[in-house]
């Protein structure tokens, strides 16, 4: 026997002609609305340091990255910089299936490393992925790593989060049913 529960907001009718909830009503309604099938999905501050690592290398060295996804052709574009690496960096990979807190053996694509003594420097890839490799990108189960000669398993690790649809507008009616209850 499955056992569904509704929740009930009560809003006044007073509450529902104020500008304030109209003009938060339309936001939750856009943010809500289903995204077209094409569509391209860019995400900017994937911070990557030693504490995101599986397991934590307690390395101070840091990176951010910044990755465009076009989901119609499945290209992948990632910009990115690192620096304060504790040796000399060996490669740099997009990981994935993996949770935050796991890892995965499985290699995505491969990252273009320049710098200068390569304890800094910067990093990119553009490539099409398949439809596999799209959708654990778009399920946030994908991480950035950069391997060193100091931390060969990983020295600096970033899981990628992918906004979902709508979820800004789920969050926001879940303040206005929260701020209506304590009135």
Do not use: W
């Amino acid at each position: 026997m499955v056992n569904i529960r509704l929740l009930r907001v009560n809003l006044s009718r007073k509450t529902m002609q104020t500008p304030t909830f109209r003009i938060f009503l339309a936001s939750a309604v856009l943010c809500c609305a289903s995204h077209s099938k094409a569509e391209i999905v860019t995400i900017n501050n994937i911070v990557l340091d030693g504490f995101q690592t599986v397991p934590p290398t307690g390395s101070l060295a840091t990176g951010l990255a910044s990755m465009t996804i076009d989901t119609e052709t499945r290209d992948v574009t990632i910009l990115g910089e690192f620096s304060g690496l504790e040796d000399d960096v060996l490669f740099g990979h997009l990981h994935g299936p993996a949770i935050p807190g796991r890892p995965s053996n499985l290699v995505i694509l491969s990252l273009l490393i320049e710098g200068d003594f390569m304890r800094s420097g910067t990093f990119s890839a553009t490539q099409r992925v398949s439809p596999f490799q799209l959708n654990v990108i778009l399920d946030s189960r994908s991480y950035f790593n950069i391997h060193s000669l100091a931390h060969p398993d990983g020295e600096i690790r970033g899981q990628v989060f992918i906004p979902t649809p709508g979820g800004a507008g789920l969050l926001a009616l879940g303040g206005l049913v929260a701020a209506r209850r304590r009135r």
